[in-house]
């Protein structure tokens, strides 16, 4: 148990469409980052968020966007769903943001574009 | 190429066995982390290294920051340590970089 819940679980998209998945971190934790995991393959570092600012971005276009809100709790948006976004998305807290901070994964939640 | 290799890729051991996977990395490091997944997705943090060794219970990890390489043994394995195994490095605040995973099973 990581403290750090996920939503949804699962869901089904078609191309062309919008999703947000959300994620709630433990309580004190004021950085958040996001991944992408493909099927088979290990996790991508998308975006960090501390303190409510993006202060660190992987090698994703400007269609994934994110929030993180004064409660700890943040969101993953992707607009314009392509067939590759299908994966395993995951976010993971961690204490203030430094870079030798233990992470806190969520479960993931499991997008599949059609 | 990846910035952080694993290996190996796959491994089955039978029970009690002592087991080491591999990791490589090509760039500076503020910190190294051991994560185990399960079949479902979650992730666990096992170890974050930065230097030296810790063990936890029958895991231990090892970091050789000159050589940019880092070792997680498991002693006396169990079945119910079958999952992915992977290894993460934070370059600063912002970077993160992981491997691919090393698939274990475990056989009674």
Redesign the interface.
């Known amino acids: 148990e ?1 403290g750090v819940t996920q939503s949804p679980t699962h869901l089904i998209k078609t191309r062309g469409q919008q999703v947000t998945l959300r994620c709630s971190s433990q309580s004190g934790h004021n950085t958040v ?1 996001w ?1 992408q ?1 493909a099927l ?6 998308i975006f ?1 968020y ?1 303190r409510e600012e993006e ?4 090698n994703f276009p400007p269609r994934f966007s994110g929030l993180q809100f004064p409660n700890y709790s943040s969101e993953l948006n992707v607009n314009a769903l392509e067939l590759d976004d299908s994966a ?1 998305y ?1 976010c ?1 807290s961690s204490l203030d ?12 939640s ?1 997008l599949t574009v059609l | 190429k990846n910035e952080v290799e694993q290996s190996p890729q796959n491994l089955t051991a039978q029970e009690g066995e002592f087991i080491t996977i591999n990791c490589s990395y090509s760039v500076g490091i503020s910190a190294l982390h051991w994560l185990q997944q399960h079949p479902g997705g979650g992730i666990v943090s096992l170890f974050m290294l930065s230097s030296g060794k810790k063990k936890h219970g029958r895991l231990i990890a090892t970091i050789n920051i000159q050589e940019k390489h880092s070792s997680l043994h498991i002693t006396a394995s169990h079945p119910r340590d079958s999952a992915v195994y992977i290894c993460a490095v934070s370059k600063g605040r912002d970077q993160f970089y992981f491997g691919t995973g090393t698939s274990l099973t475990v056989i009674p």
């Open positions: 990581t980052s991944y995991q088979g393959q290990g996790p991508q570092f960090q501390y202060n660190g971005r992987g395993l995951l993971a943001g430094r870079a030798t901070g233990e992470l806190f994964f969520g479960e993931g499991r």
